[in-house]
């Protein structure tokens, strides 16, 4: 199987080659168009900024690509939140995969949200073997709000998407390389899907 994790200069890209490791798998970092249309399956990460993000994905032509994979395709933090229509980080346009905006927490709880918290509400084959209230880790500012496309949530002074899905396309808005026993299940989980 060739998995490959999309190279655009935004992402902890390290952990998560680590992370399918430990699950006796091999990934490739690539920015290839080709490369990454080949793969069985791509994982699009993200640590950082939207609209740097984003223009790191126009520059290389990644974002005409990406929503048109056809094979599973994981988006992980700001991976997931690139995918949703735009985000209010940087007034940015998304590449428009989930039908949703991204918004920032209000100054009602600390911003950004750092650590664990728990997933309920899971919808999906991706949470296969994980039960509702199970740890996650995340580090993040911005939210998708609830929406048709969500296949889990969590609470930080609201309940927001902790996860997407639409068809092929699969984003969490936790890490699931830094998530423990529970993160390597559901990278396992897609990863064999």
């Not at 992402?11 to 798998?25: C, E, T, W």
């Not at 900024?49 to 520059?59: F, G, I, Q, T």
């Not at 699969?170 to 529970?182: A, I, L």
């Amino acid at each position: 199987m060739k998995i490959v994790i999309i190279n655009y200069g935004a992402g902890n890209i390290q952990s998560i080659k680590f992370a399918v490791k430990r699950l006796g798998m091999e990934a490739v970092l690539s920015s290839d168009v080709n490369e990454i249309k080949s793969a069985d399956k791509v994982i699009f990460p993200g640590v950082g900024e939207a609209s740097s993000a984003m223009k790191k994905l126009r520059d290389s032509g990644l974002d005409r690509i990406i929503p048109d994979l056809k094979q599973p395709v994981l988006g992980i933090c700001l991976g997931m939140q690139l995918m949703c229509n735009s985000s209010e980080e940087g007034a940015t346009k998304g590449l428009g995969v989930f039908d949703v905006d991204v918004v920032r927490f209000s100054n009602q709880v600390k911003v950004p949200q750092i650590g664990w918290n728990q997933i309920t509400n899971l919808k999906s084959k991706l949470f296969l073997n994980i039960a509702d209230n199970e740890h996650i880790y995340l580090v993040h500012s911005f939210y998708a709000p609830l929406c048709k496309e969500t296949i889990a949530q969590a609470n930080y002074g609201l309940e927001y998407s902790a996860a997407l899905q639409k068809n092929n396309f699969y984003g969490t808005q936790f890490h699931p390389e830094k998530s423990s026993v529970v993160g390597e299940q559901i990278l396992k989980n897609f990863l064999i899907m």
